[in-house]
């Protein structure tokens, strides 16, 4: 089933309104039951702590590796070259 473009972009602004209210109202769930024990919470908030403990929560912590770089010598040419002026003007040599 082929959908026009105009309607692509209607579910797509409709869904990313979908996907913004589901997410206020996760978070103002989440601050609802911010004082309650581990027995008390809902089945929304069970399921969002255990996605929450599925995720590494570890810091990043990247070593980096120093490169030193070689300096390189690279051997100019020596070219010699001589300027001919043949013309003066773009008119046709005068010796024809």
Known sequence: ML???TNRR???IWLSAI???MSVAASAHSVEHIDDGAKQHCTL???QHQFDQVLPQQDANL???SQL???TVTAQPILTLTH???YHS???PVAL
Do not use: G, Y
């Open 45 to 47: 908030c069970f399921h």
């Open 63 to 65: 070593d980096f590796i």
């Open 10 to 12: 209607s579910i797509a």
């Open 19 to 21: 996907l913004l209210v």
């Open 90 to 92: 773009r008119a046709p």
């Open 3 to 5: 959908f026009s473009a």
């Open 84 to 86: 001919s002026v043949n």
């Open 69 to 71: 770089a070689e300096p």
